[in-house]
């Protein structure tokens, strides 16, 4: 019966991991037109949203049916609510790279960063997609050490997104308002994005290990 | 017994309606420092986080005692779940009246909004207070109509976000980078409170009615 209950629980997660694999690929696609400013790519973004919703509501779907056939409590119980949260969590973060996506759609074909943030918005994205490709192992091999990592690995967004401001508020920023709250809230997406794989490394610990930090 | 596992629900819900005050209360202060630039006030609203975390923490334990005790199957088990569901978005909520309190406190003493943008960030925070309030009542009166009208509500959100978009892009904006930045950020804690309180809405009927949308 123990057995069952985790194998069951594998099955979700492996819902969890397809999620987080999707939410990677989303904000890797949107990081690439954004600095190429690539209309076909960022509409695919687009159109992976309804993807992820649908994988949200089997991995919701998966759990709720867990919990209501094999009656966990304790440990078990807080891991099967969990991974709901985990999902909850993996669907923001696709949301975010739509955002992206759409910053690109919106000033088409213009780019949406200017090539003074070029550089930092590849860092950004480079950043983004360790921190999510750390969820897909974490998930895959029920790793909490490295779920517990990517409280640190986030220290590298925070810093960028710093950088940023710093560049964006210098008396001698040359490309005005526009530009400058593009910038600014397309920074926000991203920090908040490894904010998200933030949260999705607490609870991926306390989907590991059935306690919550 | 099953009217056991209602009352116990209730109990749950009565942290909610606590929790959905306090993110009211917050993001009235935090909208009240905003606009009168007042630093107390929005050191109040930063000392308030930590309220809210607790009371999210006790919500979530009463939900998992609830569910480990009563072992509820289909719509009871949801409503249990879901009950989770609405104390991590009030506390999302709570998270953004933070963020606005925080840009109050980086400009202080000059004003975080320029009095170009008052009168629209009045009207952002008297609609995410009349939401706030919608979700306090929706909860306490275990109104599902009420929460299901927050969708509609947001609407008034969405408009003056455009217009403080449309009002920072005008060709004869006055207040340089900085100043339409900040405008942007505050903008978005808004638009965000607002979308949260939408999700809110959606679970508070699913908590109500026991089926999600």
């Given at each position: 019966?123990r ?79 969990t ?7 993996l ?62 690995d ?16 210098s ?43």
């Amino acid at each position: 019966m123990r057995e069952d209950f985790q194998a069951e629980l594998d099955r979700v997660s492996s819902t969890l991991v397809t999620m987080a694999m999707a939410a990677r690929e989303t904000m890797r696609q949107a990081s690439t037109a954004l600095i190429t400013a690539d209309h076909t790519v960022a509409l695919q973004v687009t159109a992976r949203d309804a993807e992820i919703d649908v994988l949200y509501r089997v991995a919701e779907d998966r759990a709720y049916d867990l919990v209501a056939r094999r009656q966990p409590v304790a440990d078990d119980l807080r891991k099967a609510v969990t991974s709901i949260q985990v999902a909850a969590d993996l669907r923001r973060m696709g949301g975010l790279a739509v955002h992206v996506a759409r910053s690109v759609l919106r000033r088409h074909p213009a780019p949406a960063v200017v090539p003074e943030l070029a550089e930092l918005f590849q860092a950004m994205g480079t950043v983004a997609d360790g921190l999510a490709g750390k969820i897909v192992s974490a998930l895959s091999d029920h790793d909490a050490v490295l779920a517990a990592q990517l409280d640190r690995d986030d220290d590298a967004m925070d810093h960028l997104y710093q950088r940023l401001f710093a560049v964006l508020l210098s008396p001698d920023w040359p490309m005005g308002v526009e530009a400058a709250i593009d910038g600014a809230l397309l920074g926000r997406y991203y920090e908040r994005y490894a904010d998200n794989a933030v949260n999705v490394g607490h609870h991926v610990v306390a989907l590991i290990t059935g306690k919550t930090d």
